[in-house]
């Protein structure tokens, strides 16, 4: 099987079990931009391999969050994800990624003010992982607002908690390598 097809070549694409759409289309979109997520989320995994400060529980974790996430992209390339039996996530995803949450944010200095993404390198690319999930919950809540889209919600709260806990396993991979959060503060006025 050879990998291009050229049926897209005049900017559309087929949906799973549905019509050719153009490939600008919402649904192509808010999949794509999961697409993204995953791969920032495969930077990330490969970052905390190299810099040897990852702890392999965090990095199972983001692997099991890679397979969620090529689930959600299923369930949202598919116009109706019922008769083909994609709908994974609901709400015990949503509850682990909380108890993750709780779980990495006990070993962390409780947060006063907003920091500035950046630090290790891993936890620079969580930071953009973090900013992609976010673009990508935007781009689902978009597609559900469509009349006759068939989005989950639990897609869409999974993808705000999801958010949550990049950023504070940005913070512990952070923590982990001895790096300091960097506060934000307001910039002085021109004068």
Avoid at 119 to 124: D, R
Avoid at 178 to 191: H, L, M, N, Y
Wanted: proline share 4%; hydrophobic share 40%.
């Amino acid at each position: 099987m050879k990998i291009y097809t050229r049926t897209g070549d005049a900017g559309s694409t087929g949906l799973f079990g549905g019509p050719r759409v153009s490939k600008d289309d919402v649904r192509i979109e808010a999949y794509g931009t999961i697409d993204e997520l995953n791969a920032a989320l495969g930077c990330v995994r490969s970052a905390g391999a190299a810099s040897g400060h990852f702890d392999p529980v965090l990095d199972g974790q983001l692997e099991h969050i890679q397979r969620e996430l090529f689930s959600i992209g299923a369930e949202l390339a598919t116009p109706d994800p019922d008769a083909h039996e994609l709908r994974v996530i609901g709400g015990s995803h949503v509850q682990r990624l909380e108890g993750w949450i709780d779980e990495h944010e006990t070993g962390l200095e409780p947060l006063k003010q907003f920091i500035l993404p950046g630090g290790c390198h891993a936890a620079s690319i969580l930071h953009l992982a973090r900013a992609v999930c976010r673009r990508a919950e935007r781009r689902v809540v978009t597609l559900a607002a469509i009349e006759g889209a068939t989005v989950s919600d639990a897609v869409i709260v999974y993808l705000n908690r999801l958010s949550d806990y990049l950023f504070v396993l940005s913070r512990e991979a952070n923590s982990q390598a001895g790096i300091a959060d960097v506060v934000w503060t307001r910039p002085e006025s021109p004068a």
